[in-house]
């Protein structure tokens, strides 16, 4: 049998590096309450997983909302997306993509008026960077 913790050795040492740095800062802040948003990007189940082994593991009293995954292939126009974003009562989303995702979300995100002040967003995944190109918000 599979011990629970091996499991996260699929995510590579970059995604669980940024997701230590992150709760540091959510910490640092003192920004308790936040909601997973994913995407069906390889790894986001084990990326929801570790997000709660932080969670469990720490005398903080976080106060994880519940995960969100959108399927970005079957919803070309975002509706379903945007409904499923507004649904997130958190003003802190962690969010799980790739880039070409995060650009989709950040679309719907902002058309559902969820990208402006109040709302903090953290990216996470392994091919973020790399691009001359930034999204427009």
């Not at 049998?1 to 003192?30: A, C, N, W």
């Not at 932080?54 to 975002?78: A, K, M, Q, Y």
């Not at 880039?99 to 979300?105: D, F, K, N, Q």
Request: charge should be negative.
């Amino acid at each position: 049998p599979q011990e629970k913790g091996s499991t996260f050795l699929q995510l590579g040492s970059s995604t669980e590096q940024q997701l230590q740095v992150i709760f540091e800062v959510l910490e640092e802040y003192d920004w308790t309450a936040f909601a997973v948003v994913t995407t069906l990007l390889p790894g986001y189940e084990d990326f929801v997983d570790y997000v709660e082994v932080l969670t469990d593991s720490s005398f903080i009293g976080w106060e994880h909302r519940g995960v969100v995954t959108l399927n970005l292939t079957d919803d070309p126009e975002g509706a379903r997306t945007r409904r499923q974003l507004r649904e997130v009562t958190a003003q802190i989303r962690l969010l799980y993509c790739s880039r070409e995702e995060a650009e989709a979300v950040f679309a719907a995100a902002r058309d559902a008026g969820l990208t402006g002040p109040g709302y903090i967003w953290f990216v996470v995944g392994t091919n973020l960077g790399g691009s001359e190109q930034l999204p427009e918000h």
